[in-house]
């Protein structure tokens, strides 16, 4: 643990400083980063190590890796997720434990069997589950179209194995902490529910029955431990705490109680995603713990919960009310890799908060490595040598002017003024943070405002930064003040387009009673009934339909995708999103293409039959294609190009939106590359990353070919 000194710690706060003892093993303190997706496999050993190495460098005293797979029926592609199948899988782990120990802290691994949830469309066995229930069977996401196997007594046994082997294969790569997963629907979590567990053997009906192999995976990986690693529980409680038990409080207290001292740790959680990783717009800090708050109750192993923790004095209340022990973060280390360490040194004030877009998880559900809208340096660690707290000094102090003070100019500014460049800062409204400044003011979504405040906060704490809000600069302007470089960070807009069946965009619908997401931003939309009409299909149509709905408009909401808000799936928002609109009794028209509008009647068709209908609305919010704010940057090419003394030489950038309207996430991640793109040698850097191979890599063993156990 680098540095333990809490001489400039606020007194309040160093009870999160005090060790843990967990089984064999000591945190050093209670920051405790869970199990995470990362979107970080075996084929990208390097960017994982760099990436949890940085965690514990920040000062998280535990670091755990994602998902690791124990056997090849747990295969979750395409979604990513790393394995310990065999030995030749060892040394791609042992980076990440060496990154995590280097730092003094402890490196736990998820042992992970997904049971039901997984559909082995690669490696074609068969999924095991207690009693062929499928899992989430009417999800297109997890539709794999295979039914899971009943699992007679020796598939247990198999599973038990490979638990022990793969617990064998942790200890040699380094591991501190070893997993047993019974949450979120994999197997463990399939035996203790009654709803997937209808076993009339020794392991169904009662509860005592559903707990044992739960049991029984914890008393394998201890006896394969034998004192070398603690052994933690990973388990989902709300659907346990919701069913009602004979002789405990609810199922949730009885299982923790029949395993009150089996495991060395407990790690308490929610069942579904979009409950576990709920967003900020739908789920406030500390949603948990209703759910787990009982726990530390029933056992007197150490537990360790999440909730977006960000504020040290949250933390803090939630050990001294006994709801934790250990102060589990998974989004808010990736914000902020550093958090412990700012709070160590009384600097709470420095932390780049967890804003909860989910960003983050939308990442795993691609299938690439993680991306944060905070933390633009998350997953670029090791590829482009992007540090989130350090930055190389420049030599040559040169003048950059950035334009536009939204996610992207404040991100470049920031980065160019922490590398010494003598930065200027011009924004043409009265205040700092561009679009977050307005999608703010929308329902749910107050704490992106993080994103803007957290810059201006580092920027004010900064000498050799000059900012001006009400400056709206032209090329003329910005000659005048002859920079070295210039990025144009002027964003986006949005525009009146229709698309056409084929969803490409088309002609502008005109009329004085069309508008966009802007004319909602300055409250100019009047009318009753209102259509708003989502070509964008992330949230911010949705967010605007709720806001609408608030106001007392009767709203209609319409798309082409088939569902409303339909990229929020990938964002866990998608069932709150209806949630919100169904409370607002907003329209919802899905597959749906918009044709035209009369000024009274909306005409719209279905996407896939044509059928026609109409819905007569006092105006239409087009959520639609956004084009980059590009004019400044042609006149200044432009005057460039005419010989502009004060033009000659400087580099004129665009970034952001400007460059390539995305979301806030890609803005910022835009304004952070350009501005480490300054200084030479970091401009063009991206490290390609490759598997650990054995030079003659062994099989897996698979006893039985046709089951996989
Ligand atoms: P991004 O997401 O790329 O940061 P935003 O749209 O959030 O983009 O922010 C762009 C910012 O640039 C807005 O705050 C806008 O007011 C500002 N801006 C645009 N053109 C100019 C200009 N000519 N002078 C000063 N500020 C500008
Ligand atoms: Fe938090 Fe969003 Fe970053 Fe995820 S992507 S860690 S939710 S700020």
Redesign the pocket.
Known sequence: MGNRDLSLCHPQHRILFEPVQIGPVVAPNRFYQVPHASGMTEANPRVRASFRGMKAEGGWGVVSTGAVSIHPSSDDSPLPYARLWNDADIASHALTTEAVHRHGSLAAVELWHGGAVVMNRTSRLPPLSPSGVPWAATHVGFMGQQRPKPMDSRDIDAVLNWQRAATRRALDAGFDIIYVYAGMGYLGYEFLLPEYNWRTDGYGGSLENRTRFVREMLEVTRDEAGGRAAVALRISLEELRAKASDHYESEAHGVVSLLSQVPDLWDVKMDSSPNDCGASRFRPEGAHEPIIDFVRTVTDRPVVGVGRFTSPDTMVSQIKRGVLDLIGGARASIADPFLPDKVRRGESDAIRECIGCNICIASWHDGVPVRCTQNATAGEEWRRDWHPEQFRQTDKPEHLLV?????????AALVAARQGFQVTL????SD???????ESALPGLGVWRRVRDYRVWALSQLGNVAMYTD????AESIADLAPDHIA??????WTRHLYSALEIPDQPLDGPKVFTPEDVFANRISGERILVFDYDNYYLGGVIAEHLGRRGCNVVYATPAGHASAWTFMTNELPYVYKALGEQQVEILTTTNLNGFDGEQATLSNLFNGQTLERPVDAIVLVGLRLP?TS?YQALLQSRAGGHKGLQGTGINL?????A??A?A???H??HGFARGLLEGDAGLYRRDEPITLEDPQPVVILNPATGS
Request: avoid cysteine; charge should be negative.
């Open positions: 334009v536009g003070g939204g996610p992207a100019g404040l991100e011009a924004e043409q409204r700092w943070g561009g679009r977050v400044l307005d400056s709206p600069m032209d144009l960070a002027t964003g986006a807009q704010n400044l970034v952001g939106d400007a460059l309207p995305g806030i890609h803005a910022v835009s304004g």
